[in-house]
């Protein structure tokens, strides 16, 4: 389905004006105002980044290591709060919390969990910072795009940079999770990554160099590029 044909399906406003919008380079996501995530309907606005298909991935993968018992669980990075919504709805047993930085970010993750009916505790903050507890799983698609990498004009220009770019070769905030995880894990683990495609081989050695007895796996998306990492300690 083309962005016209996606607009002109579900766009509920003034279709000409929605055409100038898309034609002037903004997201046919952020025009219609939300997105089916999982079979979730998440709204989406510059405040956030827009969820992509990778990212379902994500869910999809780290719920197969889950059960749906107590599990202490945080998503670092949340945005939309796709993720933990949707961990939530999927493993209703959980005890879900999610971080973000922008004040902006979590107002809206909260109208989120608030259309899909669940409760989740959010927290103001960078990454690990504001949280004082320990969890059975870390998950997190944290900024990682490198400040010299290409990207498209219509995610430069639209969605937050906040969001996008990272110090360290798209590197920074793997590490700073990682160097400062051992406080809010328990002895049994997961960590789950959405990465970018050429990092793999770095974020294992950075595993590897912060946190010991643990299992490190990188998983490929649908397109074949690895776009996943898994730490484990069983």
Same mark, same amino acid.
């Given at each position: 389905m083309t962005d %016209?044909?996606? !607009?002109?399906?579900?766009?509920? $406003?003034? +279709? /000409?004006?929605? *055409?100038? #919008? !898309?034609?002037?380079?903004?997201? *046919?996501q952020y025009i219609v105002g939300?997105?089916?995530f999982y079979g979730n309907i998440i709204k *989406?606005?510059? #405040?956030? !980044? +827009?969820? #992509? #298909?990778?990212?379902e991935e !994500? *869910? /999809? &993968?780290? =719920? &197969?290591?889950?059960? @749906?018992? @107590? =599990?202490? +669980?945080?998503? =670092?990075?949340? $945005?939309s709060g796709c993720i933990a919504i949707t961990l939530k709805k999927m493993l209703p047993n959980i005890n879900m919390d999610a971080v973000d930085i922008s004040r902006d970010a979590i107002s809206l993750a909260? /109208?989120?969990?608030? %259309?899909n009916n669940v409760d989740i505790n959010f927290y103001l903050g960078d990454m690990l910072n504001p949280l004082n507890k320990k969890y059975d799983c870390i998950i997190s698609n944290p900024p990682y795009i490198s400040y010299d990498e290409e990207v498209m004009d219509i995610v430069k220009n639209n969605e937050p940079n906040i969001a996008l770019y990272a110090? @360290?070769?798209?590197?920074y905030f793997y590490e700073e999770i990682l160097k400062n995880c051992k406080n809010f894990l328990k002895d049994k683990f997961i960590i789950a990554f959405e990465i970018g495609y050429n990092q793999g081989d770095r974020i294992v050695n950075l595993a590897h160099k912060y946190l010991d007895n643990v299992d490190v796996k990188i998983e490929k998306d649908l397109q074949g590029f690895d776009r996943f990492c898994f730490i484990i300690r069983k």
């Open positions: %016209l044909e996606y !607009l002109k399906k579900y766009y509920k $406003g003034n +279709i /000409e004006d929605a *055409v100038k #919008r !898309l034609n002037n380079g903004e997201p *046919v939300d997105v089916d *989406v606005d510059k #405040r956030v !980044l +827009i969820p #992509r #298909r990778e990212t !994500l *869910v /999809e &993968k780290t =719920l &197969k290591y889950l059960d @749906n018992t @107590n =599990l202490d +669980i945080v998503d =670092l990075g949340t $945005g909260i /109208e989120n969990t608030k %259309l110090d @360290n070769s798209g590197l």
